[in-house]
């Protein structure tokens, strides 16, 4: 077993188990608890909370509340994925290998949960105990920008707009900046704020965020065509199918692994100025980029 199989195991494992406590800890209707949790538990790949906890293991820190806040932001990513999921927006059935949210528990418990999900999270974040307030305001804060209409929601958005539409690269990559990318450097950016680093240090953190949140997506487009519906727990051929602005789309598959490799090696050179040997974030960063789901 490789470092980054027995990292990635022993934390997915304890990520899961503060999921639960959190849900539990909810006073809320039984049913949306149930909606809530029911996406979460569902089996996620747990990406943006492994990037959190690679980043402090980068930066030899053990904090107490990293696994409070790497859950905070899985269960931000697990809304997305209920509300992209639903009719008036994806319209997708399967999601982690089972059914869809709306498709368990009706579309109106669906955006509920997700509601629920997102606003329980600032919750969770303000009443972190073991990190001082500037650094929880923070981490409040830079989360709302990813997340919220200046990041993934924003990026939702251009994306709903481009549809039928030809854009260009860069277009493509505005997108998925801000859909993809700002959650996922959220993560790492909540790393080096729980661990105190330095602005140089953030600096290079953030331009690897930068450059793996758009390998990450790359990787995504690219098992659309090559990945299967069983392996990847949702729909297969999708985005070719329904015509979908993607780099292979855009650039031919070939030239979507090349982008794909280029922004890898970028990400993983701004990891060098912070250690010159590679680290467990140089491997997760590589795992991320060629998953088979
Ligand atoms: C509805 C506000 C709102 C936003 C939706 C994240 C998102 C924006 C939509 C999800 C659909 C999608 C393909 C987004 C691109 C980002 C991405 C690759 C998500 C899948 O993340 P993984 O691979 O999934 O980490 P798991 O299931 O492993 O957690």
């Known amino acids: 077993m490789t470092i980054l199989q027995s990292f990635t195991e022993k934390h997915v494992l304890k ?34 909370p492994l990037f959190l906890l690679a980043v402090l ?3 030899e820190v053990k904090h107490p509340e990293s696994f409070t806040v790497g859950s905070v932001i899985e269960m931000i990513h697990t809304y997305s994925l209920i509300h992209d999921d639903l009719p008036a927006m994806d319209n997708d059935d399967y999601r982690r290998g089972q059914l869809t949210n709306h498709k368990v528990f009706g579309e109106a418990l669906a955006i509920l949960a997700g509601d629920g999900l997102l606003t329980f999270s600032f919750g969770v974040l303000a009443r972190l105990e073991d990190v001082p307030a500037e650094q929880k305001l923070e981490l409040i804060n830079l989360l709302s920008s990813a997340a919220g209409a200046e990041g993934m929601v924003g990026g939702q958005v251009l994306d709903i707009e481009s549809e039928r539409k030809i854009v260009t690269v860069d277009e493509l990559e505005l997108i998925h900046l801000n859909k993809t ?113």
Request: aromatic fraction near 6%.
């Open 15 to 48: 990520i899961d188990g503060k999921l639960s406590e959190l849900i539990q800890s909810i006073e809320a209707p039984a049913i949306l608890k149930e909606a809530m949790n029911y996406s979460l538990i569902a089996g996620g790949k747990r990406v943006r």
């Open 57 to 59: 293991d980068l930066l």
């Open 181 to 293: 990318g700002a959650l996922l450097t959220f993560s790492i950016e909540a790393g080096a704020i729980l661990s105190s680093a330095d602005s140089k240090t953030r600096k290079a953190l953030k331009e690897f965020g930068y450059h793996i949140g758009l390998a990450f997506q790359i990787q995504d487009d690219i098992l659309d065509i090559e990945g299967t519906t069983e392996t990847l727990g949702k729909t297969a051929g999708k985005d070719v199918a329904s015509e979908k602005n993607t780099y292979p789309a855009l650039l031919t598959l070939e030239g979507a692994k090349n982008k794909k490799e280029w922004h890898y090696n970028q990400a993983v050179k701004s990891l060098r100025y912070i250690s010159s040997e590679p680290v467990l974030l140089d491997e997760l960063a590589a795992y991320i980029v060629n998953r088979n789901k």
